[in-house]
Protein backbone atom coordinates (compact mmCIF):
# COMPACT_ATOMS: atom_id res chain seq x y z
CA UNK A 1 0.00 0.00 0.00
CA UNK A 2 2.18 2.75 -1.37
CA UNK A 3 2.31 4.62 -3.99
CA UNK A 4 4.58 4.43 -6.95
CA UNK A 5 6.61 7.08 -8.85
CA UNK A 6 8.23 7.52 -12.26
CA UNK A 7 10.71 8.18 -12.79
CA UNK A 8 12.76 7.93 -10.29
CA UNK A 9 15.32 10.83 -11.99
CA UNK A 10 15.39 13.13 -14.43
CA UNK A 11 17.87 15.49 -15.48
CA UNK A 12 16.71 18.89 -16.90
CA UNK A 13 17.95 22.63 -18.28
CA UNK A 14 16.73 25.51 -17.07
CA UNK A 15 13.32 26.30 -18.81
CA UNK A 16 12.79 22.72 -19.61
CA UNK A 17 9.64 21.13 -18.54
CA UNK A 18 9.00 17.82 -16.51
CA UNK A 19 6.29 15.43 -15.38
CA UNK A 20 6.54 13.11 -12.08
CA UNK A 21 3.45 10.36 -12.12
CA UNK A 22 2.51 8.77 -9.19
CA UNK A 23 0.27 5.95 -8.96
CA UNK A 24 -1.42 3.33 -6.73
CA UNK A 25 -3.04 0.27 -7.06
CA UNK A 26 -5.24 1.20 -4.26
CA UNK A 27 -7.78 3.43 -4.33
CA UNK A 28 -6.58 7.36 -3.48
CA UNK A 29 -8.76 9.65 -1.27
CA UNK A 30 -6.21 12.67 -1.57
CA UNK A 31 -2.69 13.19 -3.17
CA UNK A 32 -0.46 15.22 -1.07
CA UNK A 33 3.06 16.34 -3.38
CA UNK A 34 6.07 17.64 -1.45
CA UNK A 35 9.40 18.57 -2.48
CA UNK A 36 12.86 17.83 -0.18
CA UNK A 37 16.03 19.63 -0.56
CA UNK A 38 19.06 17.84 0.49
CA UNK A 39 19.24 18.10 3.86
CA UNK A 40 16.17 19.23 4.36
CA UNK A 41 12.47 18.62 5.20
CA UNK A 42 10.12 18.07 2.96
CA UNK A 43 8.14 21.18 2.29
CA UNK A 44 4.06 20.77 1.18
CA UNK A 45 3.17 21.72 -2.41
CA UNK A 46 -0.29 21.05 -2.81
CA UNK A 47 -3.51 18.64 -2.09
CA UNK A 48 -5.62 17.30 -4.80
CA UNK A 49 -8.77 16.09 -3.80
CA UNK A 50 -10.74 13.08 -5.46
CA UNK A 51 -13.08 14.58 -8.30
CA UNK A 52 -10.28 14.85 -10.86
CA UNK A 53 -8.67 18.28 -9.94
CA UNK A 54 -5.88 19.90 -11.06
CA UNK A 55 -4.29 22.56 -9.08
CA UNK A 56 -1.14 25.04 -9.59
CA UNK A 57 0.99 26.79 -7.58
CA UNK A 58 3.03 29.07 -9.99
CA UNK A 59 4.82 27.49 -12.57
CA UNK A 60 4.15 23.78 -10.58
CA UNK A 61 0.81 21.71 -10.98
CA UNK A 62 -0.62 18.47 -10.79
CA UNK A 63 -3.59 16.91 -11.83
CA UNK A 64 -5.27 13.59 -10.00
CA UNK A 65 -7.49 10.83 -12.09
CA UNK A 66 -9.43 9.48 -9.82
CA UNK A 67 -9.84 6.38 -12.19
CA UNK A 68 -6.78 5.77 -12.94
CA UNK A 69 -5.88 6.47 -9.75
CA UNK A 70 -2.90 7.94 -10.92
CA UNK A 71 -1.87 11.75 -10.38
CA UNK A 72 0.75 13.92 -12.09
CA UNK A 73 2.78 16.73 -11.01
CA UNK A 74 3.84 18.89 -14.33
CA UNK A 75 6.62 21.51 -13.88
CA UNK A 76 6.86 23.97 -16.38
CA UNK A 77 10.39 26.25 -17.41
CA UNK A 78 11.52 24.68 -14.53
CA UNK A 79 14.15 26.78 -12.49
CA UNK A 80 17.49 26.14 -10.17
CA UNK A 81 15.10 26.44 -7.38
CA UNK A 82 13.09 23.29 -8.27
CA UNK A 83 15.85 20.75 -7.60
CA UNK A 84 15.38 18.59 -5.50
CA UNK A 85 13.58 15.18 -4.41
CA UNK A 86 9.56 15.28 -5.08
CA UNK A 87 7.18 12.85 -3.31
CA UNK A 88 3.60 11.94 -3.39
CA UNK A 89 1.73 11.09 -0.47
CA UNK A 90 -1.28 8.96 -0.71
CA UNK A 91 -4.32 8.88 1.40
CA UNK A 92 -6.29 5.85 1.27
CA UNK A 93 -10.16 5.58 2.10
CA UNK A 94 -8.80 4.48 5.54
CA UNK A 95 -7.29 7.75 5.95
CA UNK A 96 -3.28 6.33 6.12
CA UNK A 97 -1.08 8.43 4.06
CA UNK A 98 1.73 6.50 2.44
CA UNK A 99 5.01 8.47 0.42
CA UNK A 100 6.13 7.09 -2.88
CA UNK A 101 10.03 6.48 -3.22
CA UNK A 102 10.27 9.90 -4.76
CA UNK A 103 11.42 11.67 -7.74
CA UNK A 104 15.12 13.22 -7.86
CA UNK A 105 15.10 16.49 -10.27
CA UNK A 106 18.08 18.06 -10.96
CA UNK A 107 17.90 21.26 -13.00
CA UNK A 108 21.09 22.52 -14.54
CA UNK A 109 22.02 25.88 -16.05
CA UNK B 1 4.44 31.29 13.84
CA UNK B 2 6.70 28.42 14.51
CA UNK B 3 7.03 25.44 12.59
CA UNK B 4 7.55 22.16 13.43
CA UNK B 5 10.44 21.68 16.02
CA UNK B 6 12.30 18.78 16.01
CA UNK B 7 16.05 18.50 18.18
CA UNK B 8 18.42 16.80 18.90
CA UNK B 9 19.01 17.80 15.06
CA UNK B 10 21.76 15.56 15.14
CA UNK B 11 22.60 12.43 17.25
CA UNK B 12 25.22 10.20 17.56
CA UNK B 13 25.00 7.31 19.36
CA UNK B 14 27.30 3.73 20.12
CA UNK B 15 25.79 1.07 20.00
CA UNK B 16 23.76 -0.40 22.64
CA UNK B 17 22.56 2.86 23.72
CA UNK B 18 19.22 4.71 23.71
CA UNK B 19 17.97 7.31 21.77
CA UNK B 20 15.72 10.02 22.38
CA UNK B 21 14.38 11.90 19.46
CA UNK B 22 12.18 15.02 20.49
CA UNK B 23 9.43 16.37 18.14
CA UNK B 24 7.06 19.55 19.33
CA UNK B 25 4.10 20.07 16.83
CA UNK B 26 3.09 23.15 15.40
CA UNK B 27 0.82 25.48 17.74
CA UNK B 28 -2.62 24.46 17.41
CA UNK B 29 -1.89 21.01 15.82
CA UNK B 30 -2.11 17.65 18.35
CA UNK B 31 -1.66 15.29 16.06
CA UNK B 32 2.17 14.25 15.42
CA UNK B 33 3.23 11.35 13.24
CA UNK B 34 6.83 10.01 12.88
CA UNK B 35 8.95 8.46 9.56
CA UNK B 36 12.46 6.82 8.78
CA UNK B 37 14.04 8.24 5.87
CA UNK B 38 17.24 6.46 4.89
CA UNK B 39 19.67 7.64 2.54
CA UNK B 40 18.58 7.95 -1.30
CA UNK B 41 14.99 6.59 0.11
CA UNK B 42 11.28 7.69 0.50
CA UNK B 43 9.70 7.97 3.58
CA UNK B 44 8.50 5.42 5.74
CA UNK B 45 5.40 5.72 7.99
CA UNK B 46 6.49 4.42 11.82
CA UNK B 47 3.76 5.98 13.88
CA UNK B 48 0.97 8.05 14.58
CA UNK B 49 0.23 9.72 17.72
CA UNK B 50 -2.92 12.52 18.83
CA UNK B 51 -2.23 13.91 23.04
CA UNK B 52 -1.70 10.62 25.31
CA UNK B 53 -2.73 8.39 22.60
CA UNK B 54 -0.81 6.24 20.31
CA UNK B 55 -3.49 5.88 17.04
CA UNK B 56 -1.34 3.99 14.84
CA UNK B 57 1.84 2.16 15.33
CA UNK B 58 1.96 -0.39 12.03
CA UNK B 59 5.06 1.08 11.07
CA UNK B 60 6.88 0.59 14.14
CA UNK B 61 9.85 -2.19 14.62
CA UNK B 62 8.36 -4.26 17.33
CA UNK B 63 11.31 -4.12 19.32
CA UNK B 64 13.62 -1.46 20.60
CA UNK B 65 11.05 1.57 19.41
CA UNK B 66 8.43 3.29 21.20
CA UNK B 67 6.61 6.37 21.12
CA UNK B 68 4.90 9.13 23.20
CA UNK B 69 3.12 11.89 22.76
CA UNK B 70 2.39 13.18 26.61
CA UNK B 71 -0.61 15.59 27.42
CA UNK B 72 1.96 18.07 27.90
CA UNK B 73 5.44 18.86 26.51
CA UNK B 74 7.23 17.20 23.04
CA UNK B 75 6.12 14.19 21.27
CA UNK B 76 9.02 11.16 21.78
CA UNK B 77 10.51 8.85 19.77
CA UNK B 78 12.96 6.50 21.97
CA UNK B 79 15.05 3.93 20.46
CA UNK B 80 16.37 1.36 22.89
CA UNK B 81 20.14 -0.33 22.32
CA UNK B 82 20.44 1.18 18.82
CA UNK B 83 22.16 -0.71 16.43
CA UNK B 84 23.96 0.33 12.82
CA UNK B 85 20.56 -0.26 11.18
CA UNK B 86 18.89 2.45 13.01
CA UNK B 87 21.21 5.56 11.55
CA UNK B 88 18.85 7.23 9.42
CA UNK B 89 17.27 11.15 9.41
CA UNK B 90 13.57 10.68 11.91
CA UNK B 91 11.36 13.34 10.24
CA UNK B 92 8.25 14.20 12.62
CA UNK B 93 4.81 15.91 10.67
CA UNK B 94 2.17 17.31 12.61
CA UNK B 95 -1.32 18.00 11.38
CA UNK B 96 -4.19 19.94 13.34
CA UNK B 97 -6.92 17.30 12.96
CA UNK B 98 -5.61 14.38 11.92
CA UNK B 99 -7.43 11.02 9.44
CA UNK B 100 -10.87 12.49 9.97
CA UNK B 101 -9.88 14.79 7.03
CA UNK B 102 -8.40 13.81 3.57
CA UNK B 103 -7.67 17.28 2.38
CA UNK B 104 -5.46 17.65 5.63
CA UNK B 105 -2.07 17.89 4.98
CA UNK B 106 1.11 17.38 7.56
CA UNK B 107 4.02 20.12 7.84
CA UNK B 108 7.55 18.47 8.34
CA UNK B 109 9.98 19.53 11.07
CA UNK B 110 13.73 19.28 10.26
CA UNK B 111 14.37 16.13 10.93
CA UNK B 112 16.77 14.36 13.29
CA UNK B 113 19.90 12.66 12.20
CA UNK B 114 20.64 10.09 14.27
CA UNK B 115 24.20 8.39 13.61
CA UNK B 116 25.11 4.94 14.94
CA UNK B 117 28.96 3.80 15.75
Known amino acids: QQPVQSPQAVILREGEDAVINCSSS?????VHWYRQKHGEAPVFLMI?????EQKGHEKISASFNEKKQQSSLYLTASQLSYSGTYFC??????????FGAGTRLTVKP | NAGVMQNPRHLVRRRGQEARLRCSPM?????VYWYRQLPEEGLKFMVY????????ESGMPKERFSAEFPKEGPSILRIQQVVRGDSAAYFC???????????????FGPGTRLLVL
Open chain 2, 27 to 31: KGHSH
Open chain 1, 89 to 98: GGRYNNNDMR
Open chain 2, 93 to 107: ASSPRGRLTPQETQY
Open chain 1, 48 to 52: LLKGG
Open chain 1, 26 to 30: KALYS
Open chain 2, 49 to 56: LQKENIID
